[in-house]
């Protein structure tokens, strides 16, 4: 049972474009959405997260926005960089301090 | 200051054998967790330690899978005897306290794992 479901396994956009991640959850007991990003042959490393008191989140170029009556959230990069290839997670806590994280987009953005 | 350490970064074994996995958390983190990555699955948390003390290890199949925190800055995975579907990347993160309530974890590079 897939708590958390990222339902696009690759994306691809050209440099200088919006990148728009998905991702959709089932549990309405979570109360915080993270965003990871993973480089090959390495760790996840934390990108951005919001509150579900919070409908978006803007760091530079990423900002995340939370539907919660559609359980949905989605990550914009704006705009698009080569260095921004990598696989997304988004994960969701119940205030437990675990995470489920979904399976992850791969996102190549082409020079 | 150095990341969550993880070693060894790679591991090929035999269907049967023991594999252990090993990993330092981060200097003053009072959670460290163990995941699995896999294709299908994404990111699996298998167990998780909150001042050395198993919180959940709901994820772990604990028919063959074993965690320990013996202090503070290490923590071991165990598989025994393992079999090729354990084949995947093992991440350790850790967090500390203050920061359980954003939630933000730090990950080690992972030890890529392949049982034939």
């Known amino acids: 049972d897939q708590q958390v479901k990222q339902n696009s396994p690759s994306l691809s956009v050209q440099e200088g474009r919006i990148s728009i991640l998905n991702c959709d959850y089932t549990?309405?007991?979570?109360?915080?959405f993270l965003w990871y990003k993973k480089y090959p042959a390495e760790g996840p490393t934390f990108l951005i997260s919001?509150?579900?008191?919070?409908d978006k989140n803007e760091d530079g170029r990423f900002t995340v926005f939370l539907n919660k009556s559609a359980k949905h959230l989605s990550l914009h990069i704006v705009p698009s960089q080569p260095g921004d290839s990598a696989v997304y997670f988004c994960a969701a806590s119940g205030n437990t301090g675990k995470l489920i994280f979904g399976q992850g987009t791969t996102l190549q953005v082409k020079p | 200051d150095a990341g969550v350490i993880q070693s060894p970064r790679h591991e090929v074994t035999e269907m049967g054998q023991e594999v252990t996995l090993r990993c330092k958390p981060i200097?003053?983190?009072?959670?460290l967790f163990w995941y699995r990555q896999t294709m299908m699955q994404g990111l699996e948390l298998l167990v998780y330690?909150?001042?050395?003390?198993?919180?959940?290890d709901s994820g772990m199949p604990k028919d063959r899978f074993s965690a320990k925190m013996p202090n503070a800055s290490f923590s071991t995975l165990k598989i025994q005897p393992s079999e090729p579907r354990d084949s995947a990347v093992y991440f350790c993160?850790?967090?500390?306290?203050?920061?359980?309530?954003?939630?933000?974890?730090?990950f080690g590079p992972g030890t890529r794992l392949t049982v034939t």
């Open positions: 993160a850790s967090s500390a306290e203050g920061q359980i309530t954003s939630y933000e974890q730090y």
């Open positions: 330690f909150n001042n050395k003390a198993v919180m959940d």
């Open positions: 200097s003053g983190h009072d959670y």
């Open positions: 549990n309405s007991m979570f109360d915080y």
């Open positions: 919001i509150s579900s008191i919070k």
